[in-house]
């Protein structure tokens, strides 16, 4: 039987990928490099609003980051398969407090 399950990965500024238990070492390895992709794109999406806002390059990255660096993490999510989907009416609502999120 699937249970559900719901964890947090912070990234940056530390990762906490090797305290969470139940992790195989080939997730936490595929995980490490998703974090690292995922910078990528959020940096070349923050580069992307600046240009079309006509704000100077890097203007975002600088606000969103601090004084240090950027606090990110991935909330992982499992849910099994519902024995009624027939009595589904929706999720809640999503919120965020984040400068960019992305929902896969």
């Known amino acids: 039987m699937l249970w ?3 964890f947090f990965l912070r ?3 530390e990762s906490n990928l090797y305290e969470i238990p139940d992790l195989e ?3 936490r390895k595929v995980m490490k490099q998703f974090a690292v992709e995922l910078k990528k794109l ?3 999406l ?3 609003l600046c240009e079309n806002l006509g704000l100077e390059q890097g203007y975002l990255k600088k606000v969103l980051y601090g004084s ?6 991935t909330k992982v999510n499992n849910y099994p398969p519902c024995p009624k989907p027939d009595l589904i009416k929706g999720l809640r609502a999503h919120t965020d407090a984040g400068g960019i999120i992305l929902l896969v």
């Open 4 to 6: 559900e399950s719901t």
């Open 11 to 13: 990234q940056l500024p």
């Open 25 to 27: 070492d080939d997730y």
């Open 42 to 44: 959020a940096e070349k």
């Open 46 to 48: 923050l580069d992307i």
């Open 68 to 73: 240090k660096w950027p606090n990110f993490g």
